[in-house]
Nanobody, 117 residues
C-alpha cells in the first residue's frame, strides 16, 4: 500500500513563496513518477509539475519560471518550491504517485494554498 502525506500549505501574500512537501510511505519510491496537481473550488484538477525516477521534470506553462519540483530519494520525499505566487495559484495542492505500466494512481489528502492580494 502507498500513502502520500502533503505539508506546507499556508496563507501568503502575492509575490511570496511557499515550499510544499510530500512524504511517500510504502511502495517503491525509486520507480515512482511523482507529480503535483491542484484544484480550485468549482474547477477541475490540473497538473502542476511531474518528476521521473531519473529526475526529469515538466512544469505546466502557468507555473514555469516560478515553481520547481524536486525529489529527495533518501528521504522518500517530493517537494514543490513555489515563488512569485499569484492569487490565481490559490488551490488545494495534491501529491500524486504513478508507476509506469500500471493503471493505479495514488493521491495525498491535499494541502491548502491561499494567496491574498
Amino acid at each position: 500500500q502507498v500513502q502520500l502525506v502533503e505539508s506546507g500549505g499556508d496563507l501568503v501574500q502575492a509575490g511570496g513563496s511557499l515550499r510544499l512537501s510530500c512524504s511517500v510511505r510504502g511502495g517503491n519510491f525509486g520507480l515512482a513518477i511523482m507529480g503535483w496537481y491542484r484544484q480550485a473550488p468549482g474547477k477541475q484538477r490540473e497538473l502542476v509539475a511531474t518528476i521521473t525516477p531519473g529526475g526529469t521534470t515538466n512544469h505546466a506553462d502557468s507555473v514555469k519560471g516560478r515553481f520547481i519540483i524536486s525529489r529527495e530519494s533518501a528521504k522518500r520525499m517530493v517537494n514543490l518550491q513555489m515563488d512569485s505566487l499569484k492569487v490565481e495559484d490559490t488551490a488545494v495542492y495534491y501529491c500524486h504517485l504513478y508507476y509506469r505500466g500500471r493503471s493505479e494512481n495514488y493521491w495525498g489528502q491535499g494541502t491548502q494554498v491561499t494567496v491574498s492580494s
